[in-house]
C-alpha cells in the first residue's frame, strides 16, 4: 500500500471513529482496525493519538489554509479584497465542519473539544499570513497600523469565534451586530474612514 494512502487512511479511521465516540475513548489499535492496517504501522507515522488527531486538522483546513497563503502573494489585488476572500474561507471552513460533526447531546462536549482545535489551527496558521497582507498595505500606503501581528490575531480571534457559533451561540442579528463591530475596528485600526469596509461584510 503506498504511504500516502495509508497514512490517509489512519486519518480516515480516526475521523470516522470520532463521529460515534469520545477521543478519550479511542484507542490506537482500534484506529489501526479501523484503518485496516496493523497496529506497528501506525507508529511509523504517528508518536500518538494526539499526534494523529493535530493531523486530521491540519488536513481538514489545507485548502482554505493554501488558498489564503497563495492570496498573500497577489500583490496585485487590494489588500482588503484579499482580507475579504480570507474572511470567506474561515466562513466556509466553519460552515463545512460543523456539517461533518454529529448533532446528538451526547456528542456535544467532544464535538465543542474538536471545533477549539479546528479553530486554534485556522487562526495559527492564518495570523501570519493576514499579517503579511496588512504590511502590504502599509508598504502601498493604503493602511495605517502599528502592529499588524496583532490586528490579524484580534480579526482572527473574533471571526472564528462569532462565525462557528458554538462557544458562544449567537442569534443572527448578534452575529451580523458583532462582525459590523469588527469590521468598524479594522477600519479604525488601519487609518481607514469609517464605512469604507463595509464590503467585507458581503464576504460572511
Known amino acids: 500500500m503506498p504511504k500516502q494512502l495509508k497514512y490517509d487512511k489512519i486519518l480516515d479511521a480516526l475521523q470516522k471513529l470520532l463521529e460515534t465516540k469520545e477521543l478519550s475513548k479511542i484507542s490506537v489499535s482500534e484506529i489501526a482496525q479501523t484503518a485496516e492496517i496493523g497496529k506497528g504501522s501506525i507508529y511509523y507515522y504517528f508518536s500518538s493519538k494526539d499526534a494523529i488527531l493535530e493531523a486530521l486538522v491540519e488536513r481538514n483546513y489545507e485548502a482554505p489554509i493554501t488558498t489564503a497563503r497563495h492570496l498573500a502573494e497577489q500583490r ?12 470567506q474561507a474561515c466562513r466556509n471552513s466553519s460552515a463545512a465542519f460543523l456539517k461533518t460533526q454529529p448533532s446528538t447531546t451526547k ?16 487562526i495559527v496558521s492564518l495570523k501570519p ?14 493602511i495605517r497600523c502599528a502592529d499588524p501581528v496583532s ?25 451580523e451586530q458583532t462582525i459590523s463591530a469588527l469590521v468598524s475596528l479594522l477600519e479604525k485600526g488601519t ?8 464590503f467585507l461584510m458581503a464576504q460572511l
Open 76 to 87: 496585485e489585488i487590494s489588500p482588503f479584497t484579499r482580507m475579504a476572500l480570507i474572511f
Open 107 to 122: 456528542a456535544a462536549p467532544e464535538r465543542a473539544f474538536l471545533h477549539q482545535k479546528y479553530m486554534n489551527h485556522l
Open 129 to 142: 499570513v493576514l499579517a503579511s497582507i496588512i504590511e502590504q498595505g502599509i508598504a502601498q500606503d493604503l
Open 151 to 175: 490586528l490579524a490575531e484580534i480579526v482572527l480571534i473574533v471571526l472564528t469565534v462569532k462565525m462557528d457559533n458554538t462557544l458562544i451561540p449567537s442569534t443572527a442579528d448578534e452575529i
Open 191 to 198: 487609518e481607514n474612514p469609517a464605512g469604507s469596509l463595509n
